[in-house]
């Protein structure tokens, strides 16, 4: 399993890092075994998996019941968990434990915390308390509220400075990584060439030092609907729906289960029982 240094070691000899998120043992499993870098356990699991209309309704119990199933499917790749809304900002002792939480009940190893302003300090005292943190600067789902819809940030070159600034901030305050979401590839190849830390993209362009896309959106599986800057590299929703009319439709009309899918008695326990008119 890597370790915090070794991504930024990657970052040194300019070889990519990749990041995908998984929610549950399969996926996990799944995701270990394609040999990705990292997994994160996004609270997007709120959308893709729990059905939410946004991040902000799931909670700690969730990310911890998913994050166990993950680690049970991964146990050889460095897990990055999502805290989720409202559950770093309250205090520092909240932050702390729930971080804490997060970690010693799946055992993931580092957390990621959306924004910058009074989430650097939450940065800085995690870090120092031993905790590696992940920075999620750009879009910040779960303020979806305040920034009024999941839009492209940092477009003028006032927003960008800013997202500099606020990245430079981030890495100060001792992060290992920002995940830097949905803003132009100008500002993301600034960001990236500015720091030291990796910056791992989702709707940054190219020039990040890394990329992450959320499972279910790469497979497509039950998304209907996904961003600009997601690839579908296949579509497993076909292949469900298909299998799944199959399976209903051979039921109904007795072609399913056949022969082979049925387990049969001996002939004289056959002749035996109620007289063999069984
Ligand atoms: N399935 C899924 N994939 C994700 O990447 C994802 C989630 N869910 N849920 C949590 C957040 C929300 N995210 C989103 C959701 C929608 C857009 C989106 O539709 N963006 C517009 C940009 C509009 C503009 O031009 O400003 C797009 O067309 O891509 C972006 C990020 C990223 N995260
Ligand atoms: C989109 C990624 C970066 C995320 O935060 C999530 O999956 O929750
Ligand atoms: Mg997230």
Redesign the pocket.
Known sequence: MKATTDFIKMKQKAEKITMITAYDYPSAKLVEQAGTDLILVGD?LG??VLGYES?VPVTMEDMIHHGKAVKRGAKDTFIVMDMPFMSYHLSSRDTLINATRLMQETGANAVKVEGADDVIDQIKILTNAGIPVMAHLG?T?QSVGVLGG???QGKSSDEAKLLVENALKCQAAGAFAIVL??VPMQVAKEVSERLEIPIIG??AGSDTDGQVL?Y??IITYG?ER????VKQYTNVNEAISLAIDQYISEVRIGAFPELKHSFQMKPEEVKSLYGGKA
């Open positions: 997007s959308m893709v991040t879009l789902p999941y839009k492209v979401e949905c989702i709707g959320v279910h959106d998304v996904v961003a600009k800057f």
